[in-house]
């Protein structure tokens, strides 16, 4: 039987890509976000060119109920999930002390609890039937820390540090598990994290598509962290020779220049 497949943030950018990713595998969809109208016309698009089933699930994973909810929801219709993923997310420019403190308690529901509640409550059945596993979406950013967007930076360091240990934890139990970590992406992640603010991001960008595709072709291949581009990967690697103060500074130097 094709896996079914939960996708969080399937609603636009990084997630509804992801999605026709999967459907072009044959898989079933279960898509989440809270915009409805974007899932039904994404479940459409996707029954049309794929022939696979797409079920739409609203849901807000700000909200502390809401992973133990679609869990629920999909146990009762006898939905079992294969694969997870783990997308959905937003940031927030800015000093930690000027943005809003409920906003960043926000980030840290749904960038990082709820992924760590829906993975707590999907994984045992996929280690019971030894199959499947788990896509996070990370970020560049968990490379390091983020001044003037340092919850969105923590958070996603969160998410690398968590998902490393779990593909480690799970190795021989037949599952999946990788990060993927893109860098600037053309998606509507930079309006949500700007706000009211209207400058545009000046840093060149991957395409939502492009980064999809590398993160789904990571997850079949079993590779535990995927950075997308060139430019990315040296950046990461720079993380990784150069002296801890220095990645900060120009974390710091990048997010003040696209605020
Ligand atoms: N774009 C970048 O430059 C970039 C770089 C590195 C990593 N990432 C990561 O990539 C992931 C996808 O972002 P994106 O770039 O594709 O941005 P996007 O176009 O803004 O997509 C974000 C997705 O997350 C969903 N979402 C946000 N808050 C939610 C909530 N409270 N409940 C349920 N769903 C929620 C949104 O759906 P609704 O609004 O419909 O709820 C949307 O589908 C995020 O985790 C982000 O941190 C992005």
């Known amino acids: 039987m094709k896996e079914t497949v939960l996708i969080t943030g399937a609603s636009s950018g990084i997630g509804l890509e992801l999605a026709k990713c999967f459907a072009a595998d044959g898989c079933r969809l279960v898509l989440v976000a809270r915009n409805t109208e974007a899932l039904e016309e994404l479940a459409k698009e996707l029954r049309r060119a794929h022939d696979v089933e797409a079920i739409v699930l609203t849901a807000d994973l700000s909200l502390p109920e809401t992973p133990k909810r679609i869990f629920a929801d999909l146990s009762a219709r006898k939905i079992t999930v294969d694969v997870l993923v783990n997308n959905a997310g937003f940031g927030a420019n800015g000093a930690f002390a000027e943005v809003s403190l409920p906003r960043q308690l926000e980030m840290l529901q749904v960038n990082i609890a709820s992924l760590t509640e829906l993975t707590g409550l999907f994984l045992p059945g996929m280690i019971e039937r030894k199959r499947g596993g788990i896509l996070n979406v990370g970020s560049v950013a968990g490379f390091m820390p983020g001044p003037g967007m340092a919850v969105y930076f923590a ?50 960008k991957m395409t939502s598509e492009a980064v999809a595709i590398l993160g789904h072709r990571a997850f079949r291949k079993g590779r535990v962290t995927a950075v997308t581009g060139i430019s990315n990967k040296l950046f990461v690697f720079m993380t990784r020779i150069f002296p801890r103060q220095f990645p900060r500074k120009i974390a710091g130097v990048f997010n003040r220049t696209n605020d």
Request: proline content about 4%.
């Open 155 to 204: 958070t996603k360091a969160f998410v690398l540090s968590f998902t490393e240990a779990l593909a480690e934890e799970l190795i021989g139990t037949g599952l999946n598990v990788s990060v993927l970590c893109p860098g600037a992406t053309e998606s509507n992640f930079s309006n949500v994290a700007r706000g009211t603010k209207s400058r545009q991001l000046k840093t060149p």
